[in-house]
């Protein structure tokens, strides 16, 4: 596969400077630049700001969370739509979120609340993929590029593995406690998969599968194996089977690289956390999950996702929110910023949570909300991210945004921005049809520290 990086229209030229621009600019060799023109140029030059994250957690609330029971709360609206939470202050002047959010409240003042968050699908699969990828799956469009099949596009979690590379002895891209579902690495290929840990860190039986060799093999007997396996390989296969055979040959590199990384198994031993520790984030999927999040961002994991839900709550969202979803959810987001920021790591890790959707303003019929992307609320912290502040605001009903509403792009944009990553940079398919990391939108810097 080509790594080329195509010139798009309108895109800031690779490696000029924003004083470059400027300087450009002034002499007048772009000629007939318009001061739109300029101005737009400036705020592209402006995004190659440097990177502030070394590594990015991400907690996916499957299913969409209740942003108006939660972090944008209406208690004027009538009673169908402000439903049973009360708001209540936080640590940040002004500030109110939901009653039920008592930890969050106490540590408002290490993360922001982006309140206009918005985007067109009200799906679950299909608003998934487009928030982990940018970009809604579409079939006849791949099909009319000359695709065999639709364009499988990479999750954010493989072009951040991609884009940044290994940082320590760990996988670059981890997910956990199952598959983020529509968060593979497309058509980037099998050396930027997620390695999945398909088990739950909150079982006290938990042990992160195939992370040891078999004991009944020597070090002596694994060794002249994978001397074999190379032989075998240096054979050659047929034409058929090169593809096959290369995304085997790099799965099994990966098992090779963490069974004989002491780092590595250390880093996915959550056991070796003081059990008050793992009292703080709490004994729950999510909690345990995330609190094996910061042991792995800390071996040098660049992107680690946690799927975290259900949050479909078309009926009885109030008892599911106030007794099995909200407070694990609670204890475990309080927990990790507060623990990272005291270790010194909060800067240097982007924390993100949110749903694919948010869920209705009006009540259903069976005490539920329903699907309602138009208006979401997305949680910020670290990484180059405001502390303490809201942005963005929504209408009387928290239905959509009476502020400038931002989207998936715009959302993915920033990350990419603060982590280092040219939203702007191309890949080819391997059919050889472009594809940029993000299409369209533009960082939201309203939330940059």
């Not at 497309?186 to 078999?214: C, H, M, W």
């Not at 995330?290 to 949050?311: K, N, P, Q, T, Y």
Request: charge should be neutral; glycine fraction near 10%.
């Amino acid at each position: 596969m080509r790594n080329r990086r195509h010139q798009i229209p309108g895109c800031l030229p690779h490696g000029l400077s924003r004083r470059g621009l400027l300087r450009i600019g002034a002499t007048g060799l772009f000629g007939g630049l318009s001061l739109p023109m300029l101005l737009d140029l400036q705020a592209r030059a402006a995004s190659n700001a440097p990177a502030k994250a070394r590594s990015v957690i991400f907690l996916m609330l499957e299913g969409g969370p209740s942003h108006i029971d939660l972090w944008d709360l209406k208690p004027e609206a009538p009673p169908e739509i402000r439903g049973e939470f009360l708001p209540v202050s936080t640590v940040v002047p002004g500030t109110q979120i939901s009653e039920i959010l008592p930890h969050c409240a106490q540590v408002a003042d290490k993360f922001t609340i982006l309140r206009s968050h918005s985007h067109a699908d009200n799906a679950h699969q299909t608003g998934r993929h487009w928030v982990l990828t940018g970009y809604p799956p579409n079939f006849a469009d791949g099909q009319a590029q000359g695709e065999p099949f639709n364009v499988l596009y990479p999750s954010i979690g493989s072009i951040l593995a991609r884009e940044l590379g290994p940082g320590g002895d760990v996988p670059p891209y981890v997910e956990m406690p199952n598959p983020l579902g529509p968060g593979g690495p497309g058509f980037y290929g099998a050396k930027y998969a997620p390695f999945t840990i398909d088990n739950d860190p909150s079982q006290p039986d938990f042990k992160v599968r195939d992370l040891e060799a078999p004991s009944s093999i020597s070090e002596s007997r694994f060794s002249r194996r994978r001397e074999l396996l190379g032989d075998v390989e240096s054979l050659g296969v047929s034409s058929q089977a090169t593809g096959r055979a290369d995304a085997l040959a790099m799965y099994y590199q990966k098992a090779v690289d963490l069974t004989t990384s002491p780092a590595a198994r250390r880093a996915f031993d959550i056991s070796a956390e003081p059990a008050a520790m793992r009292e703080r984030y709490g004994y729950s999927s999510i909690g345990q999950s995330a609190l094996l999040a910061r042991r792995l961002i800390e071996a040098g994991c660049r992107f680690v996702g946690i799927d975290h839900g259900s949050w479909d709550t078309h009926t009885d969202n109030f008892t599911s929110h106030k007794k099995a979803l909200v407070p694990p959810t609670d204890q475990a987001f309080s927990a990790l910023v507060t623990d990272l920021d005291d270790r010194g790591l909060l800067d240097e890790t982007l924390v993100v949570m949110m749903g694919e959707m948010g869920r209705t303003p009006r009540i259903n019929k069976d005490a539920g909300r329903d699907h309602w992307s138009m208006c979401q609320t997305v949680i910020l912290a670290g990484g180059g991210i405001k502390r303490g502040a809201v942005i963005g605001a929504s209408d009387k009903t928290a239905s959509y945004p009476t502020t400038q509403p931002y989207g998936i792009q715009d959302l993915l944009r920033t990350i990419f921005s603060l982590t280092g990553v040219d939203a702007d940079k191309v890949y080819e398919t391997p059919v050889g049809r472009p594809v940029p990391i993000v299409s369209g939108g533009r960082r939201i810097d309203e939330l940059l520290a």
